[in-house]
């Protein structure tokens, strides 16, 4: 019972935006798909939610609880996407977009779309046009949150919002899950407010998913090394280095897994954000100032 990819690819013209995609979304479990502009996120939840069609490729292979999902419009009716594309007329007041999407999707959580418009303080009688872009970010989101989807993919969902707002949806996030499990896909350029939100974290590079990690084990076995350069260098030499910042003699190393003891009394060990994993998997060589 899960949504599976398996050999994904999609290019436009000589573009290579996915590279033979496997990956594997697992019901009721909230990830974090990460990666730099341009990366691949978009096209990925895209293809997924058919508003994009992929290569046409053989061994290409997308399933949902074994059935096939690219078009099979019942399988497709359990996905949903919130993406900056806007699907709805703009006229159209935020209370009736809500009624055509309980009508599509053939139910729609009205508690929890009015606890979110009376905390976010939206006011549903306004046309989505009239809404600043915080705001109408905040109502796509309550879409999102009050269908009856099992997979639900949020693309760039805090685009405008500021960050008290931000927080509260977080929240929602938290109680719309607790409330109906189902599958969350977020992708966002700010990681480290989702850090707590996700269970685990995809990276996507150049079209390519070049990490897979739970942010428990992450916790666990993330650990930055900081001290003099050599020593530093020294002390982690046979360990699972994924990057490293120098500056002016001094190095933070980046490692996962557990670290020999004793620890060099010159080296510090802290713990490794989500951020400082992300950017050290996707820093390029052209990223550093001369
Ligand atoms: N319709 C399109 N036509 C041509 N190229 C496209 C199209 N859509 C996406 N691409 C290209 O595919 C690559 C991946 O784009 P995508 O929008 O999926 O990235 P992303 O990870 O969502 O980026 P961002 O974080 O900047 O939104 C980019 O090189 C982009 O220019």
Redesign the pocket.
């Known amino acids: 019972m899960s949504l599976k990819i398996k050999h994904l690819s999609k290019s436009?013209?000589t573009?290579e935006?996915l590279k033979n995609v496997s990956l594997t979304f697992e019901p009721q479990t909230i990830y974090g798909l990460l990666?730099r502009?341009?990366?691949?996120?978009?096209?990925l939840m895209s293809i997924l939610n058919n508003r994009i069609i992929p290569n046409d490729n053989s061994e290409t292979k997308v399933t949902l609880d074994d059935e096939p999902l690219l078009e099979n419009d019942k399988q497709l009716s359990r996905l949903f996407l919130m993406s900056e594309v806007n699907l709805y007329p703009n006229n159209m007041r935020v209370k009736t977009i809500f009624k055509w999407t309980e009508r599509f999707f053939g139910d729609f959580d009205w508690d929890l779309a009015q606890r979110m418009t009376d905390h976010f303080n939206l006011n549903t009688k306004k046309r989505l046009q009239s809404l600043s872009t915080g705001y109408r970010t905040i109502a796509k989101i309550i879409i999102a949150l009050c269908t009856p989807s099992d997979y639900v993919f949020l693309d760039?969902p805090v685009l405008g919002m500021d960050a008290a707002n931000r927080k509260l949806f977080y929240s929602f996030i938290i109680e719309a899950y607790e409330k109906r499990p189902r599958t969350f896909v977020i992708s966002t350029?700010i990681i480290d407010e989702i850090a707590s939100l996700i269970e685990t974290a995809i990276v996507i590079n150049n079209g390519e998913i070049i990490s897979q990690i739970d942010i428990d084990e992450l916790q666990m076995k993330g650990k930055v090394v900081s001290g003099p350069q050599e020593d530093a260098t020294i002390y982690t030499a046979n360990l699972n280095v994924i990057g490293a910042d120098y500056l002016g003699g001094s190095a933070d190393i980046y490692t996962i897994g557990d670290l020999p003891k004793p620890v060099p009394a010159n080296l510090t060990v802290s713990g490794m954000t989500l951020q400082n994993y992300f950017v050290q998997l996707t820093t390029r060589d052209t990223d550093k100032l001369n």
């Open positions: 436009f013209g573009t935006s990666g502009n341009g990366a691949g996120k978009s096209t760039e350029h």
